[in-house]
């Protein structure tokens, strides 16, 4: 009697839990969201908390005839009820993805831009995936590389043979997932910062190279490293037997391997934002290694992250190396625009970030833990195999952005920051205009930003409330000039070019 | 102070015309200028936000101590977003602040009239109640709109709502606008004008 009544409130818990699963995603679906994305996650989420009660109930009605039966098979249901229990707590914390993904949350005017553009870049075939971009509170940029409809299709599955449960899941419960879909976060706080948002490229990158590392170039590393690390082992460790030398070389190599697959994707991630993003990805990436330290051991304390001084270094290498010769800059850019120091000033920040991340510092600290050093040694080639295949096995020198089609519209787009006028477009009269793209934009912003004439002090020292309104003036226009873009692109491809005015019309 | 006409808007755009942009006149994106200029105007869409009075919120607006007591704007009004075909239902009655969506730099020595179009108006819709554009000025135009008809219309972002008439001035000026740049409809600013405001209105008696 007493199990029956565990059992029957278990199940009213549950019910209960996936009921406030619904009811949450239901009021979510009364807000606004920037894109459909979200609320077809929503959406999902509803049918998802649906289906979960039905097979709360099939599990408990076969529970319900079970009781009788020995305790070894209501024990089993119980556990099928448990492992429903957390899937469905599970979900629940997914529902915080739609509720971050709000308009008011996001920089609501470039999401479907944002959406299109990592669209573009990470889909393989012609069906498409759908990605959401929603902010973080934690002060970083996150991709999750798993498929959620992938993801909530195998969970769902489990249930899918349950008595009484007669349901395509596909089609039934995920209706709203049509696609792969894919989540991107962004700090939270840093909204508004067009900027800092070439990062998102580094993100796009973690998707792209998740099929670098397979299990064959993996092997092909340890081979590569096998002889350094038992030579090493050997000369470190001469008093102890072969079984542990065996054992210590079998934990060294797992290291090596932990060492190269961290600082390989990251760097590889680093370059993809710089093909994609040209100079302001390395801007934006120095922007947000500053708030770090730029040397650290890449060693388990800090899950064998790169430093960032080698990152940027690498990342300036693979700049200059595929994008073509972005610095010394072109004169064409001073000749537009009211600011003579464009040239002067960007370069001379470009050319900090350079001499900063030549700097011996990382070496030196890297020579000092041998396993870590072999490991470093190594990954120059294997950045040069792994761009290759970024390149042309991902295609993604479909985006390459070079330095002559970046420097093309670029200043045209300053000097129209620089009047306060919005970069979306290069327009030189009514029937000659060029749309920007997002790198061109980003770029602009960096550029104008860099060659700023605005003091942050003023002379009495009080800080000069003048730029910091001139910041948000940029984002401003950056942001919407990336909206226009993105709409001006999309009417165009259900319009055509637009058709030419002769100003003849009203004679 | 004459009416800018079709040819004259296109000079006004033509960079081979007025190589200085800050002379130019800038109106983007011009989606469809076929026929979004016309004879004597360049008709303007609707864009994408709007703000709301909550009027739950409070009781009423005194201008005396509007956001000198240190309140937000947006404790009185909401920003509400419409995406492309999302519709947003203006009751009859009801007032709601708008924006065009299109971006637009007023060269100096010229100023605009922003008036709404005929289709609308003959729905009761009325777009702007404070019309004039200063020379100079630089964003997208907020647009007052109510809807003075006796049934609900629905707006949607990017349907042509307004149109701007631009006239030459004699002299030569810029707008000092606390509105500029704005990338989208504008929280009234009383700010700046606070001390006179409350002088007026009593409120700094001593």
């Known amino acids: 009697m007493i199990i029956a009544e565990i059992t029957e409130s ?23 969201y920037a894109s459909e994305a979200p609320k077809n996650l929503a959406k999902a989420f509803v049918e998802m908390a649906c289906f979960f009660q039905m097979a709360a109930l099939s599990i408990y009605k076969d529970m319900e005839s079970d009781l009788a039966d020995s305790p070894q098979d209501i024990e089993k249901s119980i556990q099928q009820l448990r492992t429903l229990d957390n899937d469905i707590a599970l979900i629940g914390q997914h529902v915080q993805f739609i509720n971050s993904a709000r308009s008011q949350r996001v920089p609501w005017s470039i999401i479907p831009a944002f959406e299109h553009f990592a669209n573009k870049i990470l889909c393989d075939n012609d069906n498409g995936l759908d990605i959401m971009f929603c902010p973080l509170w934690e002060y970083n940029y996150q991709i999750y590389t ?13 249930y899918q043979h349950f008595p009484g449960i007669d349901i395509d899941i596909e089609k039934d419960v995920l209706t709203s997932l049509k696609r792969p879909f894919y989540v991107i976060r962004f700090p939270s706080l840093e909204r508004l910062n067009i900027r800092l948002h070439a990062n998102i490229g580094h993100e796009l990158g973690h998707k792209a190279t998740s099929t670098f590392f397979t299990s064959q170039r993996k092997n092909e590393f340890i081979d590569s490293i096998h002889g350094d690390i038992n030579d090493f082992v050997s000369r470190q460790y001469t008093q102890i037997t072969p079984i542990s030398r065996l054992s210590i070389l079998k934990e060294h190599l797992g290291s090596s391997v932990e060492i190269w697959h961290r600082a390989l994707d990251e760097i590889l991630c680093d370059i993809v934002s710089c093909i994609l993003f040209g100079p302001a990805a390395i801007f934006s990436m120095f922007d947000f290694a500053i708030k770090d330290k730029l040397d650290h051991m ?10 960032w001084r080698y990152r940027l270094r690498m990342a300036i290498e693979a700049l200059e190396k595929y994008c073509g010769n972005y610095f010394p800059l072109k004169k064409e850019l001073k000749a537009r625009g009211k600011s003579t120091d464009t040239i002067h000033k960007v370069e001379e920040y470009y050319d900090f970030i350079k001499t900063l991340t030549g700097l011996p510092n990382v070496d030196e600290l890297i020579k000092h833990d041998e396993l870590t050093k072999l490991v470093y040694d190594k990954l120059p080639a294997w950045i040069d195999n792994g761009v290759d295949f970024l390149l042309n096995t991902k295609g993604l020198r479909n985006h390459l952005l070079t330095a002559t089609e970046l420097f093309e519209n670029l200043p045209y787009l300053i000097e129209r920051l620089e009047n306060g006028i919005i970069p979306n477009a290069k327009e030189e009269n009514i029937n000659c205009r060029a749309s920007a793209s997002f790198a061109e934009i980003i770029n602009s912003a960096w550029f104008y930003w860099l060659s ?9 020292g009080s800080f000069n409330d003048e730029v910091y309104k001139a910041r948000v003036r940029m984002n401003n226009l950056s942001l919407k000039a990336i909206e226009y873009s993105q709409l001006e692109q999309r009417y165009r491809e259900k319009f055509g070019a637009a058709k030419e005015v002769t100003g003849n019309e009203y004679l | 102070m004459s009416v800018v006409t079709h040819r004259e808007i296109l000079d006004l755009m033509d960079a081979s015309k007025i190589a200085d942009i800050t002379n130019r006149l800038i109106i983007t994106p011009l989606l469809d200028p076929k026929n979004d200029i016309g004879p004597i105007s360049v008709d303007l869409r609707l864009g994408h936000q709007f703000i709301i009075f909550q009027r739950h919120y409070f009781s009423h607006l005194d201008i005396g101590i509007y956001e000198s007591e240190g309140e937000p704007a947006e404790n009185y009004q909401k920003r509400l977003i419409r995406r492309q075909g999302e519709g947003f239902v203006i009751h009859p009655n009801q007032y709601v602040i708008g924006s065009t969506l299109e971006y637009i730099q007023i060269p100096p020595r010229y100023m605009g009239y922003v008036v709404g179009k005929s289709t609308w108006g003959r729905m009761g819709l009325i777009i702007a109640t404070a019309t004039k554009v200063d020379p100079g000025f630089k964003g997208c135009i907020t647009l007052e709109i109510v809807n003075d008809g006796e049934v609900p219309i629905i707006l949607y972002p990017g349907v042509p709502i307004a149109q701007i008439v631009l006239h030459k001035t004699d002299g030569k000026e810029r707008a000092k606008s606390s509105y500029q740049h704005a990338t989208g409809p504008q929280f009234p600013k009383f700010k700046n004008r606070t001390d006179d405001w409350q002088y007026w209105t009593g409120q700094n008696r001593e």
């Open chain 1, 10 to 32: 278990y199940f009213l818990e549950i019910r209960s839990r996936a009921e406030a699963l619904k009811g949450q995603c239901e009021y979510l679906l009364t807000h606004e």
């Open chain 1, 146 to 158: 798993t498929d959620f409809r992938g993801f909530y299709l195998q969970l769902l599955q489990k």
């Open chain 1, 298 to 307: 890449p060693n388990k304390d800090v899950g064998f992250y790169p430093p």
């Open chain 1, 452 to 460: 700023k004439q605005e003091p942050v002090f003023s002379e009495d």
